[in-house]
């Protein structure tokens, strides 16, 4: 499972950045896939998930109440490529974002094994 991140990098509050995380080494199409984020000094927190062909819901999105409104993950199978479009971006939106595999929650994530190397954003003036 091979899991790279990118799009990350500097934005004004107000600003928008679309994160890519290209999928290798597994059947992506099949697979929840989900967005986690780390501040400095802070636990990961949940971002974003999205179903994949296995469930009955397929490619349905659900996101943190923190993020609801503002970030639209979305997929695209043929290509093993998953996405986060961020908009009306916050200082507290700063953070190392990550893609992993599986499905997540506010209270429950994938294993650290099922996640990329990460994406730093930077919100700031």
């Known amino acids: 499972v091979q899991l790279v991140e990118s799009g990350g990098g500097l934005a004004r509050p107000g600003g928008s950045l679309t994160l890519t995380c290209a999928a290798s080494?597994?059947?992506?199409?099949?697979?929840?896939m989900t967005w986690i984020r780390q501040a400095p000094g802070k636990g990961p927190e949940w971002v974003s998930s999205?179903?994949?062909?296995?469930?009955?819901?397929?490619?349905?999105?659900s996101y943190a109440d923190s993020v609801k409104g503002r970030f639209t993950v979305y997929r695209d199978n043929p290509k093993s490529t998953l996405y986060l479009q961020m908009a009306s971006l916050k200082p507290d939106d700063t953070a190392t974002y990550y893609c992993?595999?599986?499905?997540?929650?506010?209270?429950?994530?994938?294993?650290?094994?099922?996640w990329g190397q990460g994406t730093q954003v930077t919100v700031s003036p």
């Open positions: 080494g597994f059947s992506f199409r099949f697979y929840d």
């Open positions: 992993a595999r599986g499905r997540g929650s506010h209270s429950n994530l994938p294993s650290r094994g099922e």
């Open positions: 999205i179903t994949g062909l296995v469930d009955a819901d397929q490619n349905a999105p």
